[in-house]
């Protein structure tokens, strides 16, 4: 496949065409099949998404006019949606009024290198400022004993698997810009540690569990055994990156444990958003997301180790996700569907679903098969 021609001609189009709101500014993008807007709220984590999306879209794939253009109507909208401690909400009307004000950290993340990879776009210096504005509010929530790790309820406070990995992929965003890159460095240190020493990895039962109690605290049942393969993929492809960049080859075989630690049965084509848990241990139908970041993964894999049963991986499960998810009358992917390949929700947006999993994957994709390693993509 061109993943070059499938990201430009299919996936940022259909953004560009249906979500960009022009009016309002920042991105709409509760969609149906079509493109029709279903509802104007906005998770503000999808105005950081979309603009990383579309800055790295014009530094490593093509200087496309309209991309910036769509990236300064996402920059603009954190003027309305801003809170006055310069924090963000999750959720905002369409005006930016906030609608849903949540604990964790993820809005301010993606703002953060959303804005960053804007900035080496533009080089203006007020995008700069939100950048490291948006970094250091995050930075804070992180350090701080009270909020490094949103609790799931007052009663079980723990430590959070998705926000270790997500950590690190902000240190690699921000530092590849070339601006105070010693402090960025030094968070991607400070997120594998936690990965590698947090309690997450239990080598005795080959796996890695998403929420680790702390100060006593006890987690009752799904949680306590909350796995989220999802993460796991984007955690050990995040690491693979990090090897790659430093030539180490201690990172690069703790991004192959982790990876190692998710490998689904043999008689599955795709990956499940879970493997047991709290949203629905029953729902055995597959979401978009997950197929991404296991192809980026087991493809990384095979780049660095040239072991074929990642290929192997790879291939089949590449094979299920386009043939099942991808829209070929309308672009863009499904949302949903059955093991068997029978789409479930044919949305292509939702309040979790943006241009940023699918558009991600592509330009790992583009930078392995077009220069033979992931430094493009980190470029």
Request: negative net charge; charged residues 25%.
């Amino acid at each position: 496949m061109d993943y070059r021609k499938y990201l430009t001609e299919e996936i940022l189009p259909f953004w560009l065409k249906y979500g960009i709101d022009e009016e309002c500014g920042g991105i709409l993008h509760q969609l149906d099949r079509a493109g029709n807007v279903y509802s104007t709220d906005k998770n503000v984590w999808f105005i950081g998404r979309a603009l990383w999306t579309f800055s790295v879209a014009y530094n490593t794939v093509e200087k496309n006019p309209e991309y910036l253009k769509a990236c300064e109507t996402l920059f603009r909208f954190y003027d309305k949606c801003t809170l006055p401690n310069g924090r963000l909400p999750y959720l905002c009307a369409r005006d930016g009024t906030p609608v849903e004000i949540r604990d964790y950290y993820y809005s301010e993340a993606f703002a953060a290198i959303g804005c960053m990879q804007y900035y080496r776009a533009c080089k203006r210096p007020e995008v700069l400022k939100r950048a490291e504005g948006y970094f250091d509010v995050l930075y804070s929530l992180y350090k701080n004993p009270e909020t490094k790790s949103p609790e799931l309820n007052s009663d079980n406070p723990c430590n959070v698997f998705g926000l270790e990995m997500i950590m690190l992929s902000v240190a690699q965003f921000m530092r590849n810009a070339g601006i105070n890159t010693e402090k960025y460095d030094a968070l991607a240190k400070e997120a594998i540690y936690n990965i590698q020493n947090g309690g997450y990895v239990k080598d005795d039962l080959r796996t890695v569990r998403e929420y680790i109690p702390i100060d006593g605290a006890v987690l009752s049942e799904p949680v306590a055994e909350y796995i989220c393969p999802g993460h796991l993929y984007e955690a050990a492809w995040f690491v693979f990156c990090e090897g790659e960049l430093k030539n180490d080859n201690e990172i690069r075989a703790f991004g192959r444990k982790l990876l190692d630690y998710a490998i689904p049965d043999a008689d599955k084509d795709s990956i499940s958003v879970i493997r047991t848990g709290r949203l629905n241990p029953a729902n055995e139908d597959y979401i978009w997301w997950p197929q991404c970041e296991a192809i980026i993964a087991y493809r990384l894999a095979y780049n660095i180790f040239g072991d074929n049963e990642y290929k192997k991986l790879a291939d089949r499960i590449e094979a299920f996700a386009f043939s099942h998810f991808a829209d070929t009358e309308h672009g863009e992917w499904f949302e949903e569907c059955t093991q068997t390949g029978e789409v479930v929700s044919t949305n292509k947006g939702t309040v979790l679903k943006g241009p940023f999993h699918l558009p991600r994957m592509l330009f790992v994709l583009i930078s392995l098969t077009e220069t033979g390693s992931i430094l493009k993509y980190l470029s």
